[in-house]
């Protein structure tokens, strides 16, 4: 069965630490992972993909097939990274590239 | 472009009704998908679509749910006899070719 685990519900850290947003997966094969973010009063939108290997915005998640994890990092939180992030799958059997999504981790940045 | 599309934003509907959830993709977009969001839960897969035709509706409740994109016009998410339990956050998402899904605003169905 195709899961996403997110582990924390909530995380909060202090403008300046680094933060890190724990995605464990489950899925026989071999799956496209995703991280999408929700700020504040807006619609969800795509942070990153595993295949692209980009930083963006100073995030960076690194694909561990061994631990089946994609763990979502940034050395210097910043007060508008609080939003809810989402870790997502896509390898849809008939190829159909629907997601699995986990519940979401809100994340807090605090001054 | 405008960005994928949804309407209503907010949708109140007496158990019993029937609820229309309508989502215009972003320009030159083939492929819609549509996502439920339960209170305190991710987002969950419903169906995938492509113009004129159901590719993927493993995500689909099996009694009074259906969707359709026509040729023409919007696609179209429908419940039929709704119940306490449809409450819940509905999101579209459309692609040009399977690739990135770029997100709707959602629409928040309140069944009373």
């Known amino acids: 069965a195709q899961r996403v685990t997110q582990p924390e519900k909530l995380l909060s850290v202090f403008k300046g630490a680094p933060v890190e947003l724990k995605c464990n997966y489950s899925?026989?094969?071999?799956?496209?992972l995703f991280w999408y973010v929700q700020y504040s009063r807006q619609r969800l939108q795509l942070l990153l993909r595993?295949?692209s290997r980009e930083s963006i915005k100073g995030f960076t998640a690194d694909l561990n097939k061994g631990e089946t994890s994609f763990h979502l990092k940034k050395p210097f939180a910043q007060e508008e990274d609080s939003a809810m992030y989402y870790c997502?799958?896509?390898?849809?059997?008939?190829?159909?590239?629907?997601?699995?999504f986990g519940k979401g981790t809100k994340l807090t940045v605090n001054p | 472009n405008a960005g994928v599309m949804q309407n209503p934003r907010h949708l109140v509907r007496r158990r019993g009704q029937e609820a229309r959830l309508r989502c215009s993709p972003m320009k030159g977009h083939s492929h819609v998908y549509w996502y439920r969001q339960l209170p305190e839960e991710g987002l969950k897969f419903m169906v995938y679509?492509?113009?004129?035709?159901?590719?993927?509706e493993s995500g689909m409740p099996k009694e009074r749910f259906s969707a359709e994109f026509p040729k023409e016009g919007p696609s179209i998410l429908r419940i039929q006899q709704v119940v306490r339990g449809d409450s819940a956050a509905y999101f579209c998402?459309?692609?040009?070719?399977?690739?990135?899904?770029?997100f709707g605003p959602g629409t928040r169905l309140t069944v009373t």
């Open positions: 595993h295949i």
């Open positions: 998402a459309s692609s040009r070719d399977s690739y990135e899904q770029y």
């Open positions: 997502a799958l896509s390898g849809g059997q008939g190829g159909s590239e629907k997601l699995v």
């Open positions: 899925y026989s094969g071999s799956p496209e």
């Open positions: 679509l492509q113009k004129e035709n159901i590719i993927d």
